[in-house]
């Protein structure tokens, strides 16, 4: 097990457009660590390249990988706590990422 104030850095996308992984469904790594509630954080390395959004890839991870949202807010909550930024604008992350969960996934549905 990698050291406990380390979080893992995943980048679901951008793992399957370089073949590191061939489909998203095999990236084992982020239930792996989830259910030994090690840090891991999501990343979306280089978005106009890769095409895909911090939401788009939360999103991609409840619907091709049954996340649930409280895997999300998990996941979005160990990525503030790993920043910088004050306490305050980690608060307002999270909101924020709710919101964009919200609209994103109801839009979806629409679709």
């Known amino acids: 097990m990698a050291h406990p104030l380390i979080p893992i850095e995943v980048c679901p996308t951008s793992s399957v457009i370089t073949g590191m992984i ?4 095999l990236h084992t790594g982020v239930r792996y660590y ?3 509630k090690h840090p891991i ?3 979306t390395d280089d978005p106009l ?3 895909s959004s911090l939401t788009e890839e939360y999103l991609n ?3 091709l990988d049954g996340l649930q949202l409280g895997h999300i807010l998990q ?3 160990w990525s503030h706590d790993f920043s910088f930024l004050p306490h305050k604008d980690k608060l307002q992350l999270n909101l924020l990422v709710i919101q964009n969960l919200f609209m994103a996934s109801t839009q979806r549905a629409v679709q």
């Open 22 to 25: 061939e489909h998203q469904l």
């Open 34 to 36: 989830l259910q030994h």
């Open 41 to 43: 954080v999501i990343g």
């Open 49 to 51: 390249l890769f095409q």
């Open 61 to 63: 991870l409840m619907q």
């Open 75 to 77: 996941l979005t909550s």
